[in-house]
């Protein structure tokens, strides 16, 4: 059978054993549709089932969350870890906490680290978890019990040789600091390496709260000087106003360039002086307010309510929000508008139509695979000091970030141009990932 047909058939298993969850279907068509040229020029990356092993989690918990709200009320979530593959090293990938969370979007997150995690060449799993629980809102007591909630259950699963879980949207040091706290107290275990995106007093690394804003950002200039050029002078519009977004917009500043907007899910903020960092990091990090408070201390700023961030004129965007915030019509208008690289910041913030678009339009376009695995690789730095016992200095941890950062963009770049698609970050990044798996996977036989 042709291989495409292979690859379509495997697609179609997918949609048959996982229905309803969409996607984890987009996900792992934009890998399948990538990986047809390597597997057609090396037969074995089809064989033994690889693929449809690739596209089945090794194992997928499910739990019940009960806690209790400073009324006494008690609310049942759901808590999700999708332990998806193992052949490089331990599962490793966030925990979400937000009320769209279901299987469809665990199971998405947790194939796309996969690769993710494989395209940084260090010796990482895939995995991601998290729950429908909505923290938005929620008391600092509330946020600890429901932590404490979930890590009840949770601590069965993870172990620094096991699963190794962090943050992502919702999760944060606090959360982290309380999922700690309790893995610790079941345990009786000080397993620093258990958790990633500690706090420095607890085993954290330097640059980890930073790294995948910084590694955007990183890989942006990267896309950039493969044109001749640099972040340097250019205009930049930012989405999101979370870990990822401020960290992206502190690093496009010091590499010269000006972010004048991000968002939140209500609205944006344009400064056309430039996003100021320390006050956007008093208003999330300190105070844990609304980004429209941003111009009761910046009058010169505009709030636009209910609007895409997306509709302000830029030349770099960095979508750093949630999935699928960039369709084919915001796209569109970044083309129009004069945009020439995108680099995802969030994980898969394209709908396969922008995608398209942009690469039409002859944008440069960095997959959120490729552009922010900053954040996971200086996890697996943490790891690694966790396990020697030992803590690097911030310079030296963001030296290792900046090269890991090109070493990827390169390897992409490089793949790409082997298979025939010179610039095509997509293609790159999946096949010189699904290849790092999938000789892992066939190496170990069967299991
Ligand atoms: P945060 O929770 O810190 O921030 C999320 C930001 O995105 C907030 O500004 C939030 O606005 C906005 N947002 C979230 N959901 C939506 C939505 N449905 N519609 C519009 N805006 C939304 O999360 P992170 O910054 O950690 O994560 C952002 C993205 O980056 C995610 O896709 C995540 O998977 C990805 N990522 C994160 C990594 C990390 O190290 N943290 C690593 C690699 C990828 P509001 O407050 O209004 O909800």
Redesign the pocket.
């Known amino acids: 059978m042709p291989i495409h047909e292979r690859l379509e058939q495997v697609y179609s298993e997918v949609l048959a054993r996982n229905p309803g969850e969409d996607e984890f279907h987009q996900a792992v068509r934009e890998v399948l549709e990538s990986i047809s040229p390597a597997v057609g020029k090396h037969p074995q990356y089809a064989d033994a089932k690889i693929v449809s092993r690739i596209c089945e989690p090794e194992r997928q918990i499910i739990f019940r969350v009960p806690w209790e709200d400073d009324n006494g009320e008690i609310h049942i979530n759901r808590g999700f870890r999708m332990e998806f593959n193992s052949a490089l090293g331990p599962y490793k990938g966030?925990l979400?906490f937000?009320p769209?969370v279901y299987l469809g979007i665990v199971k998405f997150?947790g194939f796309e680290q996969i690769f993710k995690n494989a395209l940084t060449g260090l010796p990482i799993g895939g995995g991601k978890g998290g729950s429908d629980f909505d923290p938005?809102g929620r008391s600092d007591r509330e946020i600890m019990r429901f932590c404490q909630s979930f890590m009840t259950e949770l601590h069965r699963h993870i172990g620094e040789y096991t699963d190794v879980p962090?943050?992502?949207?919702?999760?944060?040091g606090r959360e982290i600091g309380y999922l700690f706290g309790q893995f610790k107290r079941i345990t009786n275990r000080y397993e620093s390496g258990v958790l990633t995106?500690k706090s420095l007093i607890h085993g954290g690394a330097q640059v980890r709260t930073e790294?995948?804003g910084y590694g955007t950002a990183y890989f942006a200039n990267e896309m950039l000087a493969a044109r001749g050029d640099s972040l340097a002078g250019k205009t930049v519009v930012v989405?999101?106003?979370?870990?990822?977004?401020v960290y992206a917009i502190e690093k496009v500043h010091q590499l010269g360039g000006r972010v004048v907007a991000c968002?939140?899910?209500?609205g944006y903020v344009l400064d056309p002086k430039g996003i100021d960092v320390g006050l956007l990091k008093e208003i999330k990090e300190v105070r844990r307010a609304?980004?429209s408070t941003y111009v009761d201390a910046a009058s010169h700023a505009e709030y636009v309510d209910g609007r895409q961030v997306w509709e302000v004129p830029c030349e770099v965007a960095m979508p750093?929000?949630?999935?699928n915030?960039i369709t084919g019509k915001e796209a569109r208008l970044l083309v129009d508008n004069g945009c020439t690289v995108v680099a995802e910041?969030?994980?898969m913030?394209t709908t396969p139509e922008g995608v398209r678009i942009f690469q039409d339009g002859g944008v440069a376009f960095g997959p959120?695979k490729a552009a922010?695995a900053g954040?996971?690789a200086t996890s697996a730095l943490e790891m690694q000091q966790n396990a020697s016992r030992d803590s690097w200095s911030f310079e030296y941890s963001e030296d290792r970030l900046e090269e890991i950062m090109r070493g990827i963009h390169s390897r992409c770049l490089r793949t790409a141009e082997e298979y025939g698609m010179p610039g095509d970050y997509v293609a790159g990044a999946n096949i010189a990932a699904y290849t790092r798996v999938a000789d892992a996977m066939l190496a170990l036989g069967l299991i």
Do not use: F, M, W, Y
């Open positions: 966030g979400r937000h769209s997150l938005k962090a943050g992502d949207i919702g999760v944060g995106g790294a995948t989405s999101g106003s979370g870990n990822v977004a968002s939140d899910s209500a609304r980004l750093s929000a949630t999935q915030e910041g969030a994980n913030p959120g922010n954040g996971v």
